[in-house]
């Protein structure tokens, strides 16, 4: 990027149009980023500086976040200190969002143990908002985004870390989700995956249990078994090297893909979802269910077929391949097509009457969009700064201008 971009920040005067804390800090750490030639950066740089010092002396509420910001900026620091530190600035934050700090405290002590995982805690907290977005959610939003965070905990300790043999045991504890068989885990890091795991749906259970809705982390935690169930059968193909059929293939990434789960944990934190609507959605004849796997699997494979097989993955599109001795081109028209006729059926089924309310369909449908959004453009969680960022920005952080 130019950075003749940064005219925007002037008057037409030439003088910097930045006057809040925050703004001003945000724009000091870019000029961080200036090079020898002299430019617009080294002026802004002199401008906050100057005017950042002034804050300082002035006693502002933010002082010591503004010395930090002066003493080491963000691009010379160490990153994990700098988010370390700057957790403690953001809770004394009047506008700070609660559950995304409660997620960061959790994601920060875990990143330093299980570097192998996703650090996805904003995707997440957006991926909730898009099935309850309303203010009286925000429960919901939080059971949602921790348990999340914990899917995709999960889904990395399965791809990227464990080897077949520590998967047997973690998939055997899984089935027992018990704290009982934690020691019996064969590392540290399998222990805390699995303490983490629990904790999550204790906490989740703990808050619900008052309103008689507990039955939801019950329905949640068997589909969460499935879920690994089906991690552990990927990863015994990789083990062997075998490619499946596309039939078989499909057979145990449907169960993978999450869909059955992500709605369960959309639908703990609402007094409407009851528990009706648990075995309306786990019902294996209704279409909801079936388009639901379906639009969530393969839009997850289309979008990240290439990068795991690069990595001794089983994918999908190569199963169809072997299955159909096409092309991957012609794989991925066919998984297009395919989920175009799960769309046509998951609308028919919203067009026909159901056993549940409106908001509890509203909450399946929402993650079928939310695939859409994710995937369409590539992988919007394992790559989000890609196709993510702008989206995530325009719904968290930038107001709609009045």
């Known amino acids: 990027m130019s950075s003749h971009a940064f005219n925007k920040f002037k008057y037409e005067n030439g003088k910097f149009n930045v006057s809040d804390t925050k703004g001003m800090i945000s724009l000091n750490e870019a000029t961080q980023f200036r090079l020898n030639d002299k430019n617009i950066l080294d002026e ?39 988010a370390r530190q700057y957790i403690c600035f953001y809770k004394k934050d009047e506008g700070s969002n609660d559950t995304l700090l409660k997620c960061a405290k959790y994601e920060g002590n875990l990143e330093s143990k299980l570097p192998y995982v996703r650090h996805r805690i904003v995707e997440f907290f957006f991926f909730a908002a898009g099935f309850n977005f309303e203010s009286r959610y925000a429960c919901a939003r939080n059971i949602q985004t921790k348990l999340t ?13 464990g080897t077949y043999e520590e998967l047997q045991h973690f998939t055997e504890a899984m089935r027992r989700f018990d704290i009982g068989v934690k020691d019996k885990l064969p590392t540290d890091n399998f222990k805390l995956v ?12 703990e808050k619900v249990r008052k309103e008689g809705r507990s039955y939801g982390v019950f329905y949640t935690k068997n589909e969460f078994k499935k879920l690994a169930e089906a991690y552990f059968v990927e ?56 388009a639901l796997n379906i639009i969530a699997r393969l839009y997850d494979d289309i ?100």
């Open 149 to 161: 965070f914990i899917t995709g905990i999960i889904d990395d300790t399965y791809d990227a870390y």
């Open 235 to 290: 990863a015994s193909w990789a083990h062997r090297s075998s490619v499946p059929t596309f039939d078989e293939y499909m057979d145990t990434a449907l169960k993978s893909s999450a869909a059955i789960v992500s709605v369960f944990q959309a639908f703990i934190g609402m007094e409407e979802a009851n528990e009706t609507a648990y075995q309306w959605l786990i019902n294996t004849d209704n279409k909801v269910h079936k």
């Open 303 to 402: 979008a990240i077929n290439e990068d795991e097989e690069k990595r001794g993955l089983v994918c999908g599109t190569s199963c169809y391949m072997k299955q159909y001795g096409v092309t991957r081109q012609e794989a991925v028209e066919a998984y297009r097509e395919m989920i175009e006729i799960a769309w046509k059926d998951m609308n028919e089924a919203c067009l026909k009457p159901m056993p549940v309310s409106n908001k509890i369909a509203l909450r399946a449908l929402s993650f079928a969009r939310l695939m859409d959004v994710f995937y369409k453009e590539g992988d919007g969680f394992g790559s989000p700064e890609k196709s993510m960022k702008d989206l995530i920005s325009k719904l968290l952080i930038h107001p709609i201008p009045l």
């Open 194 to 205: 699995y303490e983490t795991i629990l904790k999550f749906h204790d906490e989740a259970e």
């Open 44 to 82: 802004a740089f002199a401008f906050t500086t100057s005017h950042l010092k002034l804050m300082v002396s002035q006693s502002n509420p933010h002082a010591q976040y503004i010395k930090n910001a002066l003493y080491r900026p963000y691009h010379r620091g160490v990153p994990r200190l700098e």
